[in-house]
């Protein structure tokens, strides 16, 4: 299975919005509403952010929301903060019961 | 409250076998629909998925590792343990144990995802 495909970078000015794409297949994100973001932040863990393509966890703020149309799947963040630079990795269920990461997507405010 | 703690060594030698365990609490694998998953990530490169086990001892492997990675548990002394055969340079990373995606609460496992991960443990892999 090849990893999802992730821009490398998207910036933004605080208080706007951007949109991450994530690009998979019929046998991951187009077959499965099981597609998950995490925020990653240098030197920490990763932090669930969206599950199933389009729940938040509590806690999570709702300026992060997520879609998916076809094959891609889509993290947006709205009113863009500071605290919001981070790596972004985008993760889907799989037709084999695998997982799989994206590329990942490195995003700057 | 759920944690998760990964242990093993940080330096392994080329060829040598990788054993990582990962402790943790707050959830046991005997119950219906828990699993605990192994990420990795090289540094300054992206995640990538390893393995999952499940509470029915039902195990998925990344199909790329699959013939150098194995995952057991140990529901009495509540860990996961990740082996992996034939270390390489290019295995030097962070091991990241994780539990799978689901509501302690109310049992239901119906979703596919890491909700708590672990701290990570960079494992080095030189000569």
């Known amino acids: 299975q090849s990893a999802l495909t992730q821009p490398a970078s998207v910036s933004g000015s605080p208080g706007q919005s951007i949109t991450i794409s994530c690009t998979g297949t019929?046998?991951?994100?187009?077959?499965?509403?099981?597609v998950s973001w995490y925020q990653q932040h240098p030197g920490k863990a990763p932090k669930l952010m969206i599950y199933?393509?389009?729940k938040r966890p509590s806690g999570v703020s709702n300026r992060f929301s997520g879609s998916k149309s076809g094959n891609t799947a889509s993290l947006t963040i709205s009113g863009l903060q500071a605290e919001d630079e981070a790596d972004y990795y985008c993760?889907?269920?799989?037709?084999?019961?695998?997982?799989?990461f994206g590329t990942g997507t490195k995003v700057t405010v | 409250q759920i944690t998760l703690k990964e242990s093993g060594p940080t330096l392994v030698k080329p060829t040598q076998t990788l054993t990582l365990t990962c402790t943790f609490s707050g959830f046991s694998l005997s119950t219906s629909g828990v699993g605990v998953g192994w990420i990795r990530q090289p540094p300054g490169k992206a995640l990538e998925w390893l393995a999952l086990i499940y509470w029915d001892d039902d195990k998925r492997y990344s199909p790329s590792l699959k013939s150098r990675v194995t995952i057991t548990k140990d529901t009495s002394k509540n860990q996961v343990v990740l082996t992996m055969t034939n270390m390489d340079p290019v295995d030097t990373a962070t091991y990241y144990c994780a539990h799978r995606l689901g509501d302690i609460l109310t049992g239901y496992y119906g979703s596919f995802g890491f909700d708590y991960w672990g701290q990570g443990t960079l494992v080095t892999v030189s000569s």
């Open positions: 993760s889907s269920y799989t037709s084999s019961s695998t997982f799989v």
């Open positions: 019929s046998s991951d994100v187009g077959g499965y509403n099981f």
């Open positions: 199933d393509v389009s």
